[in-house]
C-alpha cells in the first residue's frame, strides 16, 4: 500500500489542518486498526474520519476538509501537503495513522514539531515531514486563510520550504539516509538490496 514515489520538488496547495497536540487517533480512528487490509483507498478514506463525518455518515460541514476550498482530493499540484499544528502525531505510534495520510494523497506534512515514533513511521510511508518555526507557520496559514490558492514548495535537495505567495523560505532538517531513500523512492529493504553485490563480496572475503 505504500506509494514510493521519487521526491525533489513538491509544489502544491496546502490542506490548513492546524490543530495542536492532533494525535494518532484523531488521525485515524482506532476501529480501523483490525483491518487486515493493506489497501491505500480503505485507510486513505479513514483519514480524519471522525472528524470529517459524523455518527451517522454525513459530513460535517465546518470541518476544513468538508469545505469547498479543500474538498479535491489531493493529487499533483492540489492539496499534497497538510499543514499541521504543534506537535502533529502525538498519542499512540500505530502506523496506520502515516498509511491513512498516505493512502488520502498527501506527500509532505508541514507543523511546528512532530511527535518522534509518528514522524519515523510518515519518513518510512514516503510521507516528507517537515518542521518549521512557529514565526513560518504562523504566516503560512495567515497566507492559506487569505487565499486558499497560496501554494508552497518542498525543496528536497536544499531541503528548503518556500510560501511562494510571500516568498518567505525556511530550511528544515532531514536525516541524510532518508533523504537518500526519498530521493531514489527507496525503502529500507529496497536500500540493502542497492547494495547487494557490496554485501556479496564482503561476505566471499
Not at 476501529?31 to 459530513?59: I, N
Not at 518522534?116 to 513560518?136: Q, T
Amino acid at each position: 500500500m505504500i506509494m514510493k514515489q521519487k521526491f525533489d520538488i513538491v509544489k502544491s496547495t496546502c490542506l490548513p489542518i492546524n490543530i495542536d497536540n492532533c494525535n494518532t487517533d484523531l488521525i485515524i480512528p482506532a476501529r480501523y486498526l483490525a483491518s487486515t487490509t493493506r489497501d491505500a483507498k480503505f485507510f486513505g478514506d479513514a483519514f480524519m474520519r471522525d472528524l470529517r463525518f459524523d455518527a451517522e455518515g454525513k459530513p460535517i460541514t465546518d470541518f476544513v476538509l468538508n469545505q469547498p476550498d479543500y474538498r479535491e482530493a489531493p493529487k499533483k499540484g492540489i492539496h499534497e501537503i497538510i499543514v499541521g499544528g504543534h506537535n502533529w502525531g502525538s498519542g499512540s505510534s500505530r502506523e496506520h495513522a502515516a498509511w491513512a495520510i498516505s493512502g488520502y494523497g498527501v506527500r509532505v506534512v508541514i507543523a511546528t514539531s512532530f511527535a518522534d515514533i509518528h514522524r519515523n513511521n510518515l519518513l518510512n510511508c514516503f510521507v516528507l515531514p517537515v518542521e518549521v518555526s512557529h514565526d513560518f507557520h504562523q504566516e503560512l496559514i495567515a497566507s492559506i486563510t487569505s487565499d486558499p490558492r497560496t501554494t508552497v514548495e518542498v525543496n528536497v535537495p536544499e531541503q528548503t520550504v518556500t510560501n511562494l505567495a510571500t516568498g518567505s523560505k525556511e530550511r528544515f532538517e532531514l536525516n541524510g539516509y532518508k533523504k537518500y531513500c526519498l530521493m531514489n523512492a527507496l525503502d529500507d529493504i529496497d536500500f540493502l538490496l542497492e547494495g547487494r553485490d557490496k554485501i556479496e563480496a564482503w561476505e566471499q572475503k
